[in-house]
């Protein structure tokens, strides 16, 4: 692994648009990230709707609870050392082709009865960028196992030449925003790979997936690292810049008028 993939596990990422890879991380490994998520979701600022870091998101029971820190890296040594992991560093080298930067890192808790998420393509809300799909790719690192139970992603193999999402995304925080077509999904059939906790998931940009909530008492909780190809250079800074400035504008629009990032 060390190495990056195999020439099979190549063609099976660029026939499917995606490939799971058990046991990445040791037990051990994953111990310590999971001892890591439960202290950041102690803290309390990661816990607040103001923080800019955090996302919301609806529950089952009608509630709304913070669903994800975005990004996690910045704010943790075992996040960081998990970005910069070698293991991942040399997966993304052998699908980008080339060596990557850092783009994007997420933490998603998905607590009992959060709600899952519609079908979409990563890439509608990067295509600005510059970059053209085959330059972004993401890692699911699983933190928990991952079933169908308790909302693992579920990924639409041999849909990722495409990209399907005309309109300009009018809200890209709304529910509706960037969903595939059904048209579209029902060229293929959903995959949902059941993930033990070390397990990792390498997905392209253009890779449609989406996933339902979380049916159990158990959090699910999954970390989302994209790398871009390093040929076009650092994007991370500017684009976090932009995000930040969007979600200002989709809580002013919710009628928030207080916000920090931390
Ligand atoms: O964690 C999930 O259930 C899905 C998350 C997802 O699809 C995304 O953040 O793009």
Known sequence: MAGGLTDEQLQRYHRDGFLHLPGVFSLDEVK??????????????MADPRNLRTVTRRTTAGGMIV???DPVADLSEVFQSVVRDPRLLAVA??????PSCLFKDKLIFKNPGAFGYGAHQDYTVWRGLGVPATGLLSILLAVDA???????????PGLH???????????IFGPASGITPAEVLARSEGVVPE?????????????????DPNHTAESR???????????????REAYYQAFREMMKADRAAAGQTDWFFR
């Open 67 to 69: 669903d994800r820190l």
């Open 161 to 171: 030449s495409d990209h399907h999402c005309e309109a300009e995304l009018e809200d």
């Open 32 to 45: 310590a990230i999971q001892r890591e998520c439960a202290r950041l979701q102690g803290i309390p600022e």
């Open 93 to 98: 080298e052998s699908v980008l082709g080339s």
């Open 221 to 235: 909780r999954s970390c989302f690292i994209t790398y871009s190809d390093a040929t076009y250079g650092d994007l």
């Open 195 to 211: 993930l033990q906790p070390g397990d990792v998931v390498v997905f392209h940009s253009l890779c449609p997936h989406d996933s």
């Open 146 to 156: 991952a079933n169908a139970a308790n909302g693992a992603v579920r990924f639409y």
